[in-house]
């Protein structure tokens, strides 16, 4: 089955050394600073980048994310069984305020109050302002139809859905990530429920977020379960994140896998077993449905090539030459 990958970029307009250094999680080394040979770089920008497959979330789910893994490193000893790792994650989400928001400012902790959102579809290649509830303090943009724990948040729309929010079947191929919203804990314990979801907010092709000004001093964000602290410009300094399509990897499943292929669909010209083949970052060698992949054009550096061989994967993981 072929499967998206995505890429993020993100541009902070301030001098450099003036935002402290990323503490990445392991599996994140992708997302380091680009250097000045870079075509990604530009004069007076701080630019970073890197890469998920299976997904991408900002706001409060990575905020109680991160907690409990700070934790966890600091504290090893106490992180011993799966019940009290559940007990000591739901404790984390409560004293963040994920189950319980602030009774004085309904949007506390609002995404809207942290940034402004923009996609493009495929079809119409103009960047919209998503609308967004104040009530909304967690969004996932998800590739896999797999989120914490292997739950769904997109859901499977019904038919009148589909027709009156112009959504398509969520494919793992089809060059489209599904944007989920989440208004606190509570919201995210309807997806134990048949047919529960979150939120659904968009289909995009790509997504643009810019920070508003001096809003935060940080901002949560998790890529494949992976939380960490992004630190933004207390100046007022613009900072924004642009996610595109990157590029397709084969990737093997079983017959009761949960994610779906554009490819293998019935009357599709490419039957089952007949995909297209790739190596793990290569184009497909066989003419792509979809269209053009938007990927950056050539690697300026050997460091820059390693990095993109290892993508979203763990030194341990990385691609033989």
């Not at 599996?27 to 600073?33: C, E, P, Q, V, Y």
């Not at 909304?136 to 914490?148: C, T, Y």
Request: proline share 5%; hydrophobic share 35%.
């Amino acid at each position: 089955m072929n499967i998206d990958s995505w890429h993020i970029v993100m541009k902070m307009t301030t001098p450099t050394g003036s935002v402290e250094p990323v503490k990445l999680p392991h599996s994140l080394h992708a997302f380091n600073k680009v250097s000045e040979s870079d075509e990604l770089h530009e004069v007076g920008c701080q630019t970073f980048r890197g890469g998920f497959w299976n997904y991408f979330s900002i706001g409060m789910d990575a905020q109680v994310s991160y907690e409990f893994h700070r934790q966890r490193q600091e504290n090893p000893e106490k992180f011993k069984s799966q019940l009290i790792n559940q007990g000591t994650y739901a404790k984390i989400g409560i004293t963040q305020g994920w189950f319980l928001a602030n009774a004085t400012d309904r949007s506390s902790k609002s995404i809207n109050k942290l940034a402004t959102i923009e996609i493009q579809t495929k079809n119409d290649h103009v960047w919209r302002k998503l609308k967004i509830s104040k009530s909304v303090r967690s969004i996932v943009m998800l590739n896999l139809p797999s989120f914490s724990g292997g739950l769904n948040p997109w859901g499977n729309p019904n038919h009148s859905i589909y027709k009156k929010r112009d959504f398509t079947p969520a494919f793992v191929d089809d060059g489209l990530i599904e944007l989920v919203g989440f208004r606190n804990g509570w919201h995210g314990l309807a997806l134990l429920v048949p047919e529960g979801h979150g939120t659904r907010l968009a289909q995009a092709h790509k997504v643009r977020m810019t920070f508003h000004k001096g809003s935060a001093k940080e901002a949560y964000m998790r890529m494949d379960g992976e939380p960490w602290l992004q630190p933004l410009p207390e100046d007022g300094s613009e900072t924004k994140i642009v996610i595109t399509r990157l590029r397709q990897a084969v990737m093997l499943t079983t017959g009761n896998c949960i994610a779906a292929s554009a490819s293998h669909e019935p009357g599709n010209v490419m039957e089952s077993g007949q995909g297209s083949l790739c190596n793990i970052f290569g184009e497909s060698t066989s003419p792509d449905h979809l269209e053009p992949i938007d990927s950056d054009s050539g690697d300026s550096s050997s460091e820059d090539s390693e990095a993109r061989r290892k993508f979203g994967a763990a030194d341990t993981f990385k691609v033989d030459s």
